[in-house]
């Protein structure tokens, strides 16, 4: 699971998806992730690429808000209920998580335990499906890997978008500056108008 979850950071960070600024925008496709979790369940349909959209988003928040993703894996709650073969008992207590953990992000509080909880019930639903967490991963991130996808402005644009060239040039300038003047190649900065 640690080499994909890599594999998909690197990408998201090449296609720069993660932005800080952007915490309560990610915070917010993460509850649209799940509402389309939610609608596949519902209907009864498979929902590995909808499980894996949502570990995308949660992998963002995580970089977002400089929690580790793997140590969160590796430290899961181990869930003992009774109604973990009800998918609806599940899908409110993920909304519950989610809740909470857009009040922690708000407040800047600590989301270890909300990424961690999320994560045992993502994996509980991957099992109903006779999946695993790795499955689904693989299933998202090999739809979108090839896709070229940035973060302009807090938008996401697809490379078909109008605006995508004019925004990758942007980005492109902003990081080769970025990286002139951590090396002190760049000495003084010009006012903007």
């Known amino acids: 699971m640690k080499n994909i979850s890599h594999q998909v950071i690197d990408w998201l960070e090449k296609s720069n998806l993660v932005n800080v600024a952007d915490i309560h925008i990610e915070t917010l496709m993460l509850v649209s992730k799940f509402g389309q979790l939610t609608t596949v369940i519902t209907k009864g349909k498979e929902c590995r690429e909808e499980i894996g959209n949502c570990l995308i988003n949660i992998i963002i928040i995580c970089i977002m808000s400089k929690v580790s993703f793997d140590d969160c894996l ?10 973990l073969n009800d998918p609806q008992y599940i899908l409110l207590k993920i909304y519950n ?43 998202s991130f090999k739809k979108i ?6 973060r302009f ?16 040039a942007i980005i492109k300038s902003t990081k080769k500056r970025s990286r002139k003047l951590s090396a002190g190649i760049i000495t003084s900065v010009p006012k903007k108008n």
């Open 145 to 150: 890997q090839n896709k070229k996808i940035i």
């Open 74 to 83: 590796d430290h899961s709650i181990k869930i003992k209920e009774e109604n």
């Open 97 to 139: 998580i989610i809740g909470k953990l857009s009040g922690d992000i708000a407040n800047k509080d600590e989301i270890n335990s909300e990424i961690r909880n999320l994560l045992a019930y993502l994996t509980i639903f991957a099992t109903l499906n006779n999946s695993s967490l790795l499955e689904c991963l693989e299933v």
């Open 153 to 168: 402005n807090g938008n996401i644009l697809e490379e078909t978008h109008e605006d995508y060239p004019a925004a990758l």
